[in-house]
């Protein structure tokens, strides 16, 4: 059954409901996986020196009766991930929960106040090929609008993406890319002039997978 927004409150009690449910993991993150994946099959066996890392999906009302979700366009001298859409996160600190490295780094990046957010639960961890880390993302939801303030070192610009775009079937397109001297093809969802792909793609893919 597919989630409709209806009240602000039924919503979010709805998702929190589904985000307890089994979830469907990498069904999921398969629909926006290269092809051919990175490091050969997508069923790949997370190595054991593995580094963990967490994420934020911050949901907050936006007019009428939809929600957005604000996504990060990192610096292009970034040593990891440059230039690419990504969500508020990054490595967990020894002694840290996943939790609490999604809020931290929520509010380094994006000015997020942690006391203001409500976790809703956890989506399916993912291995991510290319830079070695576990990510979990958590989605959480606030009241009102944040009112962001980037880190200017890390984040180029702020993207504010209604979760009914990417509920839009019709915004899922293909394209091809060049790695390493193999030709990729690779879905991505059209967000303005900016093209959402790869791990963040495959997130935000389980988490409009849990409200369809």
Known sequence: MTVNYGSG????????RRLKDPLPGDAAHARFSPRPPRGGSFARTVPPDA????????????GGSDYSLPLTVRHADLPDHAGQIS????????????????????AEEIGVDPSHVRILG???????????????????VVDARPN?????REVAELLEVPLSDLRDPSRIQWGTKTREGYVVDFPYIQ????????????MLGELVAILD
């Open 87 to 106: 969500l508020p996160g990054g490595r967990i600190d020894v002694g840290e929960t996943a939790e609490a490295a999604a809020l931290r780094e929520a």
């Open 191 to 202: 967000i303005g002039d900016h093209q959402l792909w790869g791990a963040t793609a495959m």
């Open 9 to 16: 409150s039924e919503f979010v009690a709805e998702l929190e």
């Open 51 to 62: 580094r963990q890392a967490a994420a934020l999906i911050l949901l907050y009302p936006t």
């Open 148 to 152: 962001f303030q980037l880190a200017a």
């Open 122 to 140: 956890a989506l399916t961890p993912l291995y991510v090929f290319v830079s070695r880390f576990v990510v979990t993302s958590f989605v959480g």
